[in-house]
T-cell receptor
């Protein structure tokens, strides 16, 4: 069974204080690993797809990396507007549905 | 930039009543999904829909649930007889090649 575990559950940072969020996964035949941002009461907003170990993608202050067992979302010099819950999801081979983790709730304090 | 839209944003219903949640996917999407998120819990897959038929469904998606794409643009989720435990956010999502999935803003369903 595909599983995703995210840590920490919650993270509080000062503005400008860089950090990383972790996503550990087990999946039979990774088709893709996805990062989403979710604001309270809203739908997940797509950020990145990673397909194979060693791959990295960047968008503004965010960088996602992937190994065979985990993915990291690095946040460089965060701002208060980066405060949200960040969700990790995996899709296994055979076009299986996305399996989500519980998310990391990030708070960035000015 | 095109977006997935969902209506209503909030639906309150009594236990045992039928509800229909509506979604308008992005026009070039071919794959459609429904997910739900109970407050404080993970986003959970319900059903996927491709080429006018269900391609996969989860254990949650029992006989009380059904999906339709009645007119080639709308995508609906029907719950025939709602239960208290159906209270959740319901998200519609779509994709063009079954990789990235783009989510709508959700419908908050409250069953009393």
């Amino acid at each position: 069974e595909d599983q995703v575990t995210q840590s920490p559950e919650a993270l509080r940072l000062q503005e400008g204080e860089s950090s990383s969020l972790n996503c550990s996964y087990t999946v039979s035949g990774l088709r893709g690993l996805f990062w989403y941002r979710q604001d309270p009461g809203k739908g997940p907003e797509f950020l990145f797809t990673l397909y194979s170990a060693g791959e990295e993608k960047e968008k503004e202050r965010l960088k996602a990396t992937l190994t065979k067992k985990e993915s990291f979302l690095h946040i460089t010099a965060p701002k208060p507007e980066d405060s949200a819950t960040y969700l990790c999801a995996v899709q296994g081979s055979g076009n299986t549905p996305l399996v989500f983790g519980k998310g990391t709730r990030l708070s960035v304090i000015a | 930039e095109p977006e997935v839209t969902q209506t209503p944003s909030h639906q309150v219903t009594q236990m045992g009543q039928e509800v229909i949640l509506r979604c308008v996917p992005i026009s070039n999407h071919l794959y459609f999904y429904w997910y739900r998120q109970i407050l404080g819990q993970k986003v959970e897959f319900l059903v996927s829909f491709y080429n006018n038929e269900i391609s996969e469904k989860s254990e949650i998606f029992d006989d009380q649930f059904s999906v339709e794409r009645p007119d080639g643009s709308n995508f609906t989720l029907k719950i025939r007889s709602t239960k208290l435990e159906d209270s959740a956010m319901y998200f519609c999502a779509g994709g063009s090649g079954s990789y990235e999935q783009y989510f709508g803003p959700g419908t908050r369903l409250t069953v009393t």
